[in-house]
T-cell receptor, first 113, second 116 residues
Framework: GDSVTQMEGPVTLSEEAFLTINCTYT??????LFWYVQYPGEGLQLLLK?????DKGSNKGFEATYRKETTSFHLEKGSVQVSDSAVYFC????????????FGTGTSLTVIP | DAEITQSPRHKITETGRQVTLACHQTWNHNNMFWYRQDLGHGLRLIHY???????NKGEVSDGYSVSRSNTEDLPLTLESAASSQTSVYFC???????????????FGPGTRLTVL
């Protein structure tokens, strides 16, 4: 069945450091891929998405490229800020499973000044 | 502005009691979902609905039920609350199925439920 695996946290970085959060997936068809962000005490918000192979999603300085050959969708940011401290979830959705979303376990990021 | 709300935001109950968590969306979305969030498990799907009178079981549906009598609401009921159901519950909605796989889900703020 479909599943998403993302790197274990927590991750602690200094401000302006480079961020990578790894995400790999298993899917039976051709999924769309997403990164969601959850700030403390809030629900999840869509950060970026990609709908087909080689697409790059980007938002707020974050980027992720849909790599079909490695079944990956790693999240990157060149220079993190304290305000990026949150939990990040990788997710997939595909039509042959009724467009259900499958989420990874989440990666907690803390950015220190 | 359209939104999705959940109530209550916090709830403490006792083992064996029936509990209902409310979810209301003003997006006019056909699809609605309930998840629970637990450390080490991420979000797990409890139940979902693709429209009025439609309900489906998700990965962790035992002990939970939902009903969809209108487009806006999908209440989640715990028939007889258990300590294992202590969790944070999120409701989400998305646009209709036919619009392709990339429709994002919009999430509510969550309900923190404690079962003593």
């Amino acid at each position: 069945g479909d599943s998403v695996t993302q790197m274990e946290g927590p991750v602690t970085l200094s401000e302006e450091a480079f961020l990578t959060i790894n995400c790999t997936y298993t899917a039976t068809g051709y999924p769309s891929l997403f990164w969601y962000v959850q700030y403390p005490g809030e629900g999840l918000q869509l950060l970026l998405k990609a709908t087909k192979a080689d697409d790059k999603g980007s938002n707020k300085g974050f980027e992720a490229t849909y790599r079909k050959e490695t079944t990956s969708f790693h999240l990157e940011k060149g220079s993190v800020q304290v305000s990026d401290s949150a939990v990040y979830f990788c997710a997939l959705s595909e039509s042959n499973t009724g467009n259900q979303f499958y989420f990874g376990t989440g990666t907690s990021l803390t950015v220190i000044p | 502005d359209a939104e999705i709300t959940q109530s209550p935001r916090h709830k403490i109950t006792e083992t064996g009691r029936q509990v209902t968590l409310a979810c209301h969306q003003t997006w006019n979305h056909n699809n609605m979902f309930w998840y629970r969030q637990d450390l080490g498990h991420g979000l797990r799907l409890i139940h979902y609905s693709y429209g009025v009178q439609d309900t489906n079981k998700g990965e962790v549906s035992d002990g939970y039920s939902v009903s969809r009598s209108n487009t806006e609401d999908l209440p989640l009921t715990l028939e007889s609350a258990a300590s294992s159901q202590t969790s944070v519950y999120f409701c989400a909605s998305s646009d209709k199925l036919l619009a392709a796989t990339y429709n994002e889900q919009f999430f509510g703020p969550g309900t923190r439920l404690t079962v003593l």
